[in-house]
């Protein structure tokens, strides 16, 4: 079976810029959460979704939003870029209350 | 709210020997969960060893181990016979129960070499 995925692997974005980052979870999964790693320090909870529902919600501007879809693959999109919005972002999918299981990352540059 | 501290940002051990990663976390709650998490250079992160805070046993996974003291709400992790492909950032991670499946809230990670 096919783990998380996400995509781009790689991105780089101007400052200003927007961005939407992809995420299919394992199959069978109907819960997907999204981390914000910045480098040198442990993720930071973003969001969690479950049945396309909102369930979670880190500490994280209103420039942040995400979204899941029927298939429950779900999509993060970051307005106004910052600077300090480069990181590598972490998608993960379970069951409800189950093992989470990560994918790979996008990796963000803002320049 | 829930707070977890990994004060060792370094460690290294050799081969074969046996290594110990410390974590403290700070929760007013009874029940939860904690994990070690690997992240090795390809960047996924890597279920090691969970821990259910009413179990009063340890857990183990092969070569894994933890050592869960509720009181002192610290949750150490031993790796026995360390391998090469140990190598890589562990991060603690706390869950409260009642949280949905995937809110953890992790610590700052330690980086772990393993020298030949």
């Known amino acids: 079976d096919a783990g998380v995925t996400q995509s781009p692997t790689h991105l780089i974005k101007t400052r200003g810029q927007q961005v939407t980052l992809r995420c299919s979870p394992i199959?069978?999964?109907?819960?997907v959460s999204w981390y914000q790693q910045v480098l040198g320090q442990g993720p930071q909870f973003i969001f969690q979704y479950y049945e396309k529902e909102e369930r979670g919600r880190g500490n994280f501007p209103d420039r942040f939003s995400a979204r899941q879809f029927p298939n429950y693959s779900s999509e993060l999109n970051v307005n106004a870029l910052l600077l300090g919005d480069s990181a590598l972002y972490l998608c993960?999918?379970?069951?409800?209350?189950?093992?989470?299981?990560f994918g790979q990352g996008t990796r963000l540059t803002v320049v | 709210a829930q707070t977890v501290t990994q004060s060792q940002p370094e460690m290294s051990v050799q081969e074969a020997e046996t290594v110990t990663l410390s974590c403290t976390y700070d929760t007013s709650e009874s029940d939860y969960y904690l994990f070690w998490y690997k992240q090795p250079p390809s960047r996924q992160m890597i279920l090691v060893i969970r821990?259910?805070?009413?179990?009063?046993q340890n857990a183990t996974e092969n070569r894994f181990s933890v050592n869960f003291q509720k009181a002192a709400k610290s949750f150490s992790l031993k790796i026995s016979d360390s391998q090469l492909g140990d190598a890589a950032m562990y991060f603690c991670?706390?869950?409260?129960?009642?949280?949905?499946?995937?809110?953890?809230?992790f610590g700052q990670g330690t980086r772990l070499t393993i020298n030949p």
């Open positions: 821990q259910e805070a009413y179990k009063q």
């Open positions: 991670a706390y869950r409260n129960v009642d949280w949905g499946a995937q809110k953890l809230v």
């Open positions: 199959s069978g999964h109907k819960s």
């Open positions: 993960a999918s379970s069951l409800y209350r189950g093992e989470a299981f």
